[in-house]
């Protein structure tokens, strides 16, 4: 599928799960589930499955076609890109926004390290006439083939761009006409390493640029599988108390937990990364703040 698989290292691994969501007693790679875990595959009681299936089965009202690999080839992933090579720290070109999409004043919702994509088509596919979506993906295969789905799905209100985040964030969200009402930081690469950890794509850089682009009122959704990411993006954006509240504070529907990690996903679709780390019987951990007016 395309996936941007990690294996989380021993020692960063939870040692316990927030309602595992499934029965862990399997081979890896090859699980029965309880269909009352995942509501949107209609699985019978204790039916084998894989994770990439869970994948397929949960966008399957997206239709996808497989012909991009069909005419292009399979699009295979290796770990984790270093989006501080040089060649990577070019600007991304600016769009013309009224030719990639049909309204371009409409509300925007920006992705960070979009993946596969299907995420935000599923969203884009959704809010045909009132938001638009944008992608940020720092690998061209997966623009490529995500831009593919988009023209054959004739969406006019989503648009991927071959970009690193870090560098062209900034700049292409204050070129967009409409406000910028929702960013998310789903499952970013990891980067485990200590000496790797300048890698992340959430920075102090980045969380300004996110800040000062947001509308009053604008949303930053950052979720993780793993414990130590997810709290260092927490970080980031806890310390921005001034400018950002968590939305529990003003929305009694967005329940935490004891540790202010919210308890739903708020936005009706897992990630594709999300999918793969709860099969795998990870905890998600997510974080909602909501710029002030
Ligand atoms: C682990 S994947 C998660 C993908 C998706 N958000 C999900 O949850 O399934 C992280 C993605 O971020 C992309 N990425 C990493 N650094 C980036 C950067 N600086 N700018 C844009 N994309 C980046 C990677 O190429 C990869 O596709």
Redesign the pocket.
């Known amino acids: 599928m395309g996936?941007?698989s990690?294996a989380i290292p021993r020692f960063l691994r939870p040692t316990t799960t927030l309602s595992p969501p499934l029965k862990l007693s399997f081979p890896l790679r090859h699980r029965t589930v309880s269909a009352a875990v995942y509501p949107a595959s209609p699985l019978s009681e204790k039916e084998e499955i894989r994770s990439p299936e869970l994948v397929a089965r949960e966008y399957a009202d997206l239709n996808l076609s497989d012909k991009f690999s069909q005419e292009v080839g399979h699009v295979r992933i290796r770990q984790h890109?270093n989006?501080l090579r040089s060649s990577l720290m070019v600007p991304a070109e600016m769009p013309d926004w009224n030719a990639v999409y049909k309204d371009a004043t409409l509300p925007l919702m920006v992705?960070?390290?979009?993946?596969?994509g299907r995420?935000l088509i599923w969203l884009a596919k959704r809010n045909p006439d009132s938001r638009n979506y944008l992608g940020?993906?720092?690998?061209p295969k997966?623009v490529k083939r995500a831009e593919y789905w988009v023209n054959e799905l004739a969406l006019k209100n989503i648009h991927f761009i071959y970009?690193?985040?870090?560098v062209s964030f900034k700049q292409l969200v204050s070129t967009y006409s409409g406000p910028l009402i929702l960013v998310s930081i789903?499952?970013?690469?990891p980067h485990f390493k200590k000496k790797h950890h300048k890698r992340r794509?959430v920075q102090k850089h980045l969380v300004d640029s996110i800040i000062d682009g947001l509308a009053s009122g604008g949303q930053i959704f950052i979720q993780s599988d793993v414990l130590e990411v997810a709290l260092d993006m927490r970080n980031y954006f806890d310390t921005e108390s001034d400018k950002l509240v968590h939305i529990d504070n003003i929305d009694p529907n967005m329940l935490c937990d004891n540790e202010g990690w919210l308890l739903k996903n708020p936005m009706g679709i897992r990630?594709?990364?999300?999918i793969h780390a709860e099969f795998e019987g990870a905890r998600i951990y997510r974080r909602m703040y909501q710029k002030m007016r």
């Open positions: 996936c941007i990690y890109v989006p992705d960070i390290g979009s993946g596969s995420f940020l993906e720092i690998r997966l970009a690193n985040a870090t789903l499952c970013p690469d794509v990630t594709e990364r999300e």
